[in-house]
T-cell receptor, first 113, second 109 residues
Framework: DGGITQSPKYLFRKEGQNVTLSCEQNLNHDAMYWYRQDPGQGLRLIYYSQIVNDFQKGDIAEGYSVSREKKESFPLTVTSAQKNPTAFYLC????????????FGDGTRLSIL | QKEVEQDPGPLSVPEGAIVSLNCTYSNSAFQYFMWYRQYSRKGPELLMYTYSSGNKEDGRFTAQVDKSSKYISLFIRDSQPSDSATYLCAMSEWGKLIFGQGTELSVKP
């Protein structure tokens, strides 16, 4: 089955710790995205990548970093600089970044210990 | 003012009712319009995708776009308890999606 796999489903971060969220897709999509979802605020774009080895900041990139070394993988690192990391993180992909709808994984819920 | 406004609800209806979910927007450059359904602790699932004014129907779901009024709607006919979820509208300008807050819908048996 083609789809987007996010892992882990739940993640806990200690103060001062960096954590990395995994996102893998086997849809052969060029574009990949990371969103943050907070209660009552909808989805906000953190980073996106239109092609391997290239990515751009979204609306709330501070305290996050990404890499895109392979077409199918787009990991997100939540750094210690992100002071309010508790949220539901969603990864998405699309065939291109302009006119095609985005398809989502089932998310990772990050909490602070 | 937010670019996309969506009534967060919650909205509670009896089984079999017609549900109307709505979003308004301020950016006339939005070209593509989507509705997603999100069950609790899951990722959003694409329901409808349209790019022109008018209606698009898919089973019990109808998406309506009125670009002149900057208003989109999703109608659900014969609503079922399995339709209970949060519904998100989203709009695209050259690939960047802007989401509404989501409307929480509960369909009671």
């Amino acid at each position: 089955d083609g789809g987007i796999t996010q892992s882990p489903k739940y993640l806990f971060r200690k103060e001062g710790q960096n954590v990395t969220l995994s996102c893998e897709q086997n849809l052969n999509h060029d574009a990949m995205y990371w969103y943050r979802q907070d209660p009552g605020q909808g989805l906000r774009l953190i980073y996106y990548s239109q092609i391997v080895n290239d990515f751009q900041k979204g609306d709330i990139a501070e305290g996050y970093s990404v890499s895109r070394e392979k077409k199918e993988s787009f990991p997100l690192t939540v750094t210690s600089a992100q002071k309010n990391p508790t949220a539901f993180y969603l990864c998405a992909s699309s065939t291109d970044s302009v006119n095609q709808p985005q398809h989502f994984g089932d998310g990772t819920r990050l909490s602070i210990l | 003012q937010k670019e996309v406004e969506q009534d967060p609800g919650p909205l509670s209806v009896p089984e079999g009712a017609i549900v109307s979910l709505n979003c308004t927007y301020s950016n006339s450059a939005f070209q593509y319009f989507m509705w997603y359904r999100q069950y609790s602790r899951k990722g959003p699932e694409l329901l409808m995708y349209t790019y022109s004014s008018g209606n698009k129907e898919d089973g019990r779901f109808t998406a309506q776009v009125d670009k002149s009024s900057k208003y989109i709607s999703l109608f659900i006919r014969d609503s079922q308890p399995s339709d209970s979820a949060t519904y998100l509208c989203a709009m695209s300008e050259w690939g960047k999606l802007i989401f509404g807050q989501g409307t929480e819908l509960s369909v009671k048996p």
